[in-house]
């Protein structure tokens, strides 16, 4: 599920001028491609589908590429309006079961995890003997300060889904969906019932309305007449939309047609755009243990996991040194295609996006530099260190510094805190702030 150009708009300037969020690089790769590549890995893989609305020709070449990469049948489906998760799935159900499939995995496009998805569908399968569950979700524990930003799972001991919480007020469980999904072909039976059910409800808002006022009266807790006046079918603007989450987990979790499978590895969203420097570090580290030739050699100038694109420029004088440092990368940055950096820069915790330039002696941390973007000599970009789901401390939002696209920052300046709009020309320092 690769959402479309309606969505994203917390990934911007990344996502501007139409680019496809899902092909942003994390990892020193599209977002998508891990998510590609797990599927991969799975022995009998038949097929695999895109579900978006972005025009297919922005996907086109990076399809081509994976399916000759993976030797896999690759297909884009294009939702023309939105209608959900579920609602999605059920519309193009014919092209996803044209081969009898025995199950059917469904990835949100916007998150970062190891996939355990053979080990996903062997519990889901060993569930459908034992149960007769329709489908199967991929729970990751996170801390239970924050766990109210999620959906929250609660299961029984034999790990059937017992209660699903969509992003409660209060604390439920630390135990959430992580938007990973393993269905049997019966979820789309689910789908229609729960379609049916919805178009049933009675969608006149006047009746909706007289039924809260009732339970006012009655004494019912304000608040949660609200939430059901919100959260009902009067006002999706689409009728026919059907969400995953909020109409079938949330009625069905109590009905042990679902059952959790325990990814004990780390999960990250990738929902704003300082999202993916911390999800670029969770990749590197575990390319370190599964696949340590995708990172750069050690060297006395690499510090931790760096990924260099092979046609990326570092300048020769990267061991000798300058003002009594090594010039360094790393650790936790990646380095894209066609990139310049210049001698004694010093970068760490950081994306450096493709044609991007680094002059002598800049300081690049915490932060995304832009595709075609220069950073000038001597000067600081720097983003502040904040893994909360909270982007804001008392008003003040604390994150990466984002440089958008086709940017310039003069020398010898300091970027703190700040997301640069794309095509920006900077020669003054900024801190704190959207440059505009």
């Known amino acids: 599920m690769v959402g479309g150009p ?26 998508v491609y891990h998510h590609i590549k797990a599927c991969c890995e799975i022995e009998g893989m038949k097929e695999i589908f895109l579900l978006g609305y972005n025009e297919e020709k922005e996907f086109q070449d990076f399809l081509q590429q994976m399916e000759k990469k993976f030797n896999i049948k690759i297909s884009y489906l294009h939702e023309e309006t939105e209608l959900g998760t579920a609602g999605g799935l059920y519309k193009f159900r014919e092209q996803i079961l044209a081969d009898g499939p025995e199950s059917i995995f469904v990835l949100h496009c916007d998150i970062a995890c190891p996939f355990p ?12 003997r ?67 059910r919805l178009q049933s409800e009675n969608s006149d808002l006047p009746a909706y309305l007289a039924e809260a ?68 570090e969770l990749y590197l580290d575990l390319f370190a243990k599964t696949n340590p030739s995708v990172l750069a050699p050690k060297a006395p100038n690499i510090r931790g996991n760096v990924i260099i694109h092979k046609t990326a420029q570092v300048h020769p004088t990267a061991l000798l040194t300058c003002a009594g440092r090594l010039q360094q990368l790393g650790p936790n940055v990646t380095v894209g295609k066609n990139v310049k950096i210049g001698p004694g820069v010093r970068i760490s915790h950081s994306i450096i996006l493709d044609d991007a ?17 220069i950073v000038g000599p001597w000067s600081r970009v720097e983003g502040i260190t ?51």
């Open 386 to 436: 904040n893994p909360t789901p909270d982007m804001y401390v008392n008003k003040i939002r604390k994150g990466i510094c984002i440089v958008g696209r086709d940017s310039v920052i003069a020398p010898e300046l300091i970027i703190l805190n700040c997301i640069v709009m794309p095509h920006k020309t900077l020669t003054s320092s900024y801190t704190h702030e959207i440059v505009l």
């Open 6 to 31: 309606s969505k994203g708009t917390r990934f911007r300037p990344l996502s501007m001028e139409g680019f496809p969020k899902p092909l942003f690089p994390v990892g020193g790769k599209p977002m």
């Open 357 to 373: 330039e680094i002059k002598d002696r800049a300081c690049v941390s915490w932060s995304i530099i832009g595709w075609n973007s």
């Open 213 to 280: 006022l009732v339970s006012i009266r009655s004494g019912a807790y304000l608040p949660n007449v609200a939430n059901k006046l919100f959260r009902s079918n009067v006002w999706r603007v689409n009728k026919e939309s059907v969400r995953l989450e909020q109409d079938i987990l949330i009625p069905l979790s109590d009905k042990s047609q679902f059952c959790v499978f325990a990814n004990n590895s780390f999960w990250r969203q990738i929902k704003n755009a300082g999202a993916p420097v911390y999800c670029n």
């Open 117 to 128: 998805l053979k080990e996903m569908l062997a519990f889901h399968r060993e569930k459908v």
């Open 130 to 196: 034992e149960l007769g569950i329709v489908g199967t979700l991929l729970g990751s524990k996170v801390n239970p300060e924050y766990s109210h930003h999620y959906g929250c799972l609660v299961e029984d001991d034999q790990h059937r889904l017992q209660h699903y919480a969509e992003k409660p007020s209060t604390h439920v469980s630390d135990l959430i969906n992580s938007g990973v999904y393993c269905f049997s072909p019966k979820i789309f039976d689910t789908i229609k019932d729960t379609a049916a």
